[in-house]
């Protein structure tokens, strides 16, 4: 049974920081592309950071590009989130998910269309 379980979100004053974690289990982890994403209430879901199974590779949507940062650690079938700097419109609940590629990681991702998420970790920014 897969299972993706989040955790490390909070409430945070603009400017702080938070770190959030993902484990995998069910599925073959290392061999995984995974990412984060996030759903503000009243907006689309949205690929957040994005990285290989070897995690030579990465991917950030724009506007957090420099204050986040993706790593993984596949002994430990974990995923983190390092997010600095944080800003309001960073707010929302926070998924990660898996995919064969990162490719198909940020379509199906984004889409909505993969077939299991975990509950999420809400996170907060107030100004």
């Known amino acids: 049974q897969v299972r993706l379980v989040e955790s490390g979100g909070g409430s945070v004053q603009a400017g702080g920081s938070l770190r959030l974690s993902c484990e995998g289990s069910g599925f073959t982890f290392s061999r995984s592309a995974m990412g984060w994403f996030r759903q503000a209430p009243g907006k689309k879901r949205e690929a957040v950071a994005l990285i290989t199974y070897s995690g030579y590779d990465t991917f950030y949507t724009e506007s957090v590009k420099g204050r986040f940062t993706v790593s993984r650690d596949n002994a430990k079938n974990t995923l983190h989130l390092q997010m600095n700097t944080l800003k309001p419109e960073d707010t929302a609940v926070y998924y990660c998910?898996?995919?064969?590629?990162?490719?198909?990681?940020?379509?199906?991702?984004?889409?909505?269309?993969?077939?299991?998420w975990g509950q999420g970790t809400q996170v907060t920014v107030f100004s």
């Open positions: 998910n898996f995919a064969p590629d990162m490719g198909s990681l940020l379509v199906d991702g984004t889409a909505g269309t993969l077939e299991v």
